[in-house]
Structures are given as structure tokens and as C-alpha cells.
């Protein structure tokens, strides 16, 4: 939990933990689900809490803040897609992006500001890892972005800077925070999270949320080619990945999604795209392709389009469902991470 001065961040408690906050303060326990729903509603001070007894919206403004951050940033497309830098009280930035769908909108969160898992392609690793967000802040980037925006948010992919399952707890705690009926109330089904593959996680999470979709980012067909770009293949390696994965789609019974951003010249090439297919044939499971958004000061190059056209024909030809990702935002600052670097 993150303190401004000696006050807790109140957006962080769930619901359970709020009733002894509330009882603590000697008021009744129904007090909190009122609380909750207010916090869900966007609300940045107590007072705003109609129904709340002001003895009891001082008695919390002492002890708490509401750690909705600040737009420090904000890039607005064309095509109605908002990218933000959010900072938190003690000046930590993270960005996250609203988007347009046709199924309706959406954000995509941070779960960390920076990252320790140093792809080589990435923007939001170039300076490591700054630190883990909490739940409460994971929540508070989509209550911040909905009051920015004054439009509804109906899907949150944790897809932005950081790795989720390196702050698996904080995770867990953000997916109860915005699943409870009391509060935002977002249906498990559209939540997304993706992660770089951390073996372990992986299980736990198809336990713990079953529910949830999971993307796993791949990027490569091979361990020798995965290793070059993502370091975390050295520690878990490709073929125990596809293991755990095609493990999770059996407990869970859901389709999981394949990340593979498309680099020319690295990872684009035909013998790449039949590699992938033969692996990944006959599963319960979708390759989303991504064009790579170039990063200042990394040296990969987006592939051509007829290359991703290829790529993704050949996948098709062997029956591997896939997509290529569509390209939002494309006029404002596009790959994760650029914004917080750009100073
Ligand atoms: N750490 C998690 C989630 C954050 S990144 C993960 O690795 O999945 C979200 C997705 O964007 C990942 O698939 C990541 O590999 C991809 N990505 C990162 N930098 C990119 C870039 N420059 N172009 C395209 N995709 C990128």
C-alpha cells in the first residue's frame, strides 16, 4: 500500500477490509458497501460521498486519500484512442490507453512502473524496474481514465508497462477490486491479462482465474530465437512454456491467446511462420500478430506488410487461428512505455 505522508491509499482495501476500517471508526458495517460503491464511481474526495455521515467522511479522510492519479500527459487520436501518463502521489508515472472497439471500450493498464524482464524490443524496460503498482493502483488508472474521458469502460487488458505476474499478489487483489458486484463490478470474462511467461504464474493463475483471459507473449518459434529478444527464456524455456500453456487451456477449458509482434528480418520470415504452425496446430488457441511499434533508441524495424500477410497465411493454412492486431493510435505516440520516457 502506498502512503501519502501517513495516509493509506483507500481505493487499495477490499471490501472486507473496509468493514473493518469502517468498524474501526465505530460506524456500522453496511457503511462500507456504500463506501465501496462510491470509489467505484470515480469519487476523488470524501465529501463527495452523499450518504455518508460527515463525522464519519472526516474520520476517513484522516486515515485515507483516494489515490485516483493525475493525467500528467494526455495524447488524443483521430480515431478516438486516449493515451495517458497517470502519476501517483509519490510521482510515479505509468501509462494507460482507451480504446474504441466495436464490442465497446476499453483500457489498457499498467501493473508496473518500468519493468525487470528486459525484452529487447520494449520501451517500458529501457530503465528497468521502478516499482510495482498495488491493485488500488491498477484499479485507479481505469476510474481515472473513465472520469477523463466521461465514457464507459467495459474490458481491461493488464497489457501496458510492467509484468503482472511479476506482482502476482497486487494482481489477484486488483482483479477482486474490480470483479466485486459492490463496487465495479466487471465481469471476470472481460479481463485480459498478458504475460511474458512466467511459468510458475501461469498455473496459479489458471487455478486462481479460470475465468480470466490470459495472453502469453511468444514472439518467436523457437527457444533459440525467443532467448535473443526476451531474456526470461533462459529461465523458462520454450518448450516447458507451450507445456504449461497447453495445461492451463485443459483446467480452464478456454482458449489462450499467442502474442507475436512481427520484427523484420528477426522473427517475420516463412521458415518462422511454419515453425510456429506446426507447434501450435490443434490447439485451443488464437495468434494475435502485432506489427511492432518502433521504439527510440532500439534498433528493430516494423516488418512489411505483405510479410505479415504471409506470415499470417501460412498460420491459416494450417488451421492456427489468428488476427493481426489492429492499429489504434497510430498517429500519437504508439509503443508502450515512450511516454514516460519522453521528457
Ligand atoms: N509483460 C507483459 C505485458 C506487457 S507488454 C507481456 O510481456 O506480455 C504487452 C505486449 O506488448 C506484449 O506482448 C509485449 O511483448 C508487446 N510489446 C512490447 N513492446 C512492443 C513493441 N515495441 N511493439 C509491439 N509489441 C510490443
Avoid at 487483489?173 to 479481463?191: P, S, T
Amino acid at each position: 500500500m502506498r502512503s501519502e505522508e501517513h495516509r493509506e491509499n483507500i481505493l487499495d482495501l477490499l471490501p472486507e477490509e473496509l468493514e473493518t476500517a469502517v468498524s474501526e471508526l465505530g460506524e456500522k458495517k453496511f457503511r462500507a458497501s456504500q463506501i465501496f460503491g462510491w470509489l467505484a464511481k470515480g469519487v476523488v474526495c470524501f465529501d463527495d460521498m452523499k450518504n455518508i455521515p460527515a463525522v464519519l467522511r472526516a474520520g476517513l479522510a484522516e486515515r485515507y486519500y483516494i489515490g485516483i492519479p493525475e493525467a500528467v500527459r494526455r495524447q488524443e487520436s483521430k480515431d478516438g484512442t486516449v493515451k495517458c501518463l497517470f502519476e501517483f502521489a509519490d510521482g510515479t508515472q505509468v501509462e494507460s490507453v482507451f480504446m474504441k472497439y466495436e464490442y465497446g471500450n476499453s483500457i489498457c493498464i499498467s501493473s508496473q512502473s518500468g519493468c525487470r524482464m528486459g525484452c529487447t524490443f520494449c520501451a517500458s524496460t529501457m530503465d528497468g524496474l521502478d516499482r510495482s503498482l498495488s491493485g488500488g493502483e491498477m484499479l485507479a488508472q481505469v476510474l481515472a481514465m473513465r472520469n477523463l474521458t466521461g465514457e464507459d469502460i467495459g474490458h481491461v487488458v493488464v497489457m501496458g508497462m510492467g509484468e503482472p505476474f511479476d506482482n502476482y499478489i497486487q494482481l489477484s487483489r486488483f482483479i477482486r477490486l474490480i470483479h466485486d458486484r459492490k463496487g465495479y463490478d466487471l465481469g471476470l470474462r472481460n479481463i485480459t491479462v498478458s504475460t511474458c511467461g512466467l511459468i510458475p504464474k501461469i498455473r496459479e493463475f489458471a487455478v486462481d482465474f479460470p475465468q480470466v483471459n490470459l495472453a502469453v507473449s511468444l514472439h518467436a518459434p523457437n527457444q533459440k530465437l525467443r532467448e535473443k529478444t526476451m531474456p526470461v527464456a533462459r529461465k523458462y524455456g520454450y518448450e516447458e512454456l507451450l507445456r504449461a500453456c497447453r495445461e492451463y487451456t485443459e483446467i480452464t477449458g478456454r482458449r489462450i491467446t499467442f502474442e507475436y509482434a512481427v520484427i523484420d528480418g528477426v522473427n517475420d520470415s516463412t521458415e518462422c511462420a511454419e515453425e510456429l504452425a506446426s507447434k501450435l496446430k490443434g490447439w485451443l488457441s488464437h495468434v494475435n500478430l502485432i506489427p511492432l511499434n518502433e521504439v527510440r533508441g532500439r534498433e528493430y524495424k516494423t516488418a512489411n506488410g505483405k510479410s505479415v500477410a504471409s506470415f499470417k497465411k501460412i498460420l491459416e493454412k494450417n488451421g492456427v487461428a489468428v488476427t493481426v492486431r489492429r492499429t489504434l493510435g497510430s498517429d500519437i505516440d504508439a509503443a508502450c512505455g515512450q511516454l514516460r520516457r519522453k521528457k
